[in-house]
Structures are given as C-alpha cells and as structure tokens.
C-alpha cells in the first residue's frame, strides 16, 4: 500500500500537470513487462502519463486562476513522443521505486512544455519541475526495490509506437483539467 507523503491539509489540492498516455500497443507492451517481472510483485499502473510538474499543492481559491494562467501559456502544436527504454526510477522521499518507459522522441517538445509550466508555477510561488527532467511514463510501482533484467523483455518492439501528444490534464484532487493544444 502507497503511503502518503504530505499530511492532508483542508482547502490544500494536490496538483499534478502532465501529458496522458493513451495507446493500446504501449498497454499491451506494459503489461507484458509487468508479467515478465511477475516474481518482483510490480503494481501495474493502468493510467500511463509523462509529468510535467512534481506533485504541487494549491489553495481553492487558486485552482480557476491557475487553470487559465496554464490555458494562456500552453498554446503549443500538437506532436508526437515515442519511447526506447526501461529505467528504474525512485520517488524524491525513496519509500517507492518505478519501472518506466524513457521518452526518445519529443523531448525538445516536453522540454518547452515544462519551461511553460514553470512559468506558471512560479507565478503562484510554487516549486518548478526538475532542472534536468528524464522524461518518462511510468507503468509498475513497488516499494521494494525492482531488479531490472532488460534481456527478459522485448525493447524493440516499443520502438515504433508512437503517441500523439494533443492535451495536457491538470489533476486537483479528484477533479481532471483537460487543455487542449
């Protein structure tokens, strides 16, 4: 079980800014890894995305300025990411350990995207993502650490699946922004 870091605080929203993932070919690829990693107890994680800010706390009466504050900066041209390997990444407080996809293609994208939140987030005095973001979807959690033996999966076989990147989701709370672009 997942615990949380950051005591609940009423009138506080978690916030999370990132791209959703939504390909069946790169489902189909995850959980074949989650199976493959069967004897790690991996959680398979259905709600594949690429984070675009850290997990960020707002105050209700921030969230509607917020929202359109990223509305007016996200004006970008719709492009595509694609992937090329697994990592093993470790949230910030190390109590829980991530088997990943890294971007290969569109990072230069997601690199403007994040200056853009960045922007935004430091207007309402907020922390900015990392300095040098890896770019990644997350699929499995474990709060073990994941020994990662990429000889028992496939890699090339993500290397031809591509994702349109066409929307941005603010999640507050329970409540998902969608921003087109």
Known sequence: MRVRNVAH???NWAT?????????????????????FKDQNLV??????????RTLYLKTHQISNFITLLEQKLVVQK????F????????????????????HCGKSNLFNLVS???AVTSSFGLASYYDDPCFHTSFAWSQNSIDLDKEMVDLDSIHNITVDVSCIHVKCGNRIYEINI
């Open 9 to 11: 605080v009423d009138g």
């Open 84 to 103: 090329s390997d697994l990592q093993i990444y470790t949230n910030d407080e190390k109590t829980c350990n991530f088997l990943a996809l890294d971007v």
């Open 16 to 36: 999370l800014i990132y791209i959703p993932i939504d390909n069946f070919y790169l489902s189909e690829f995850t959980s074949k890894c989650v199976q493959a």
């Open 44 to 53: 398979h994680m259905n709600d594949l995305h690429i984070s675009l800010s």
């Open 79 to 82: 492009f595509l990411v694609s």
């Open 116 to 118: 853009l939140v960045n």
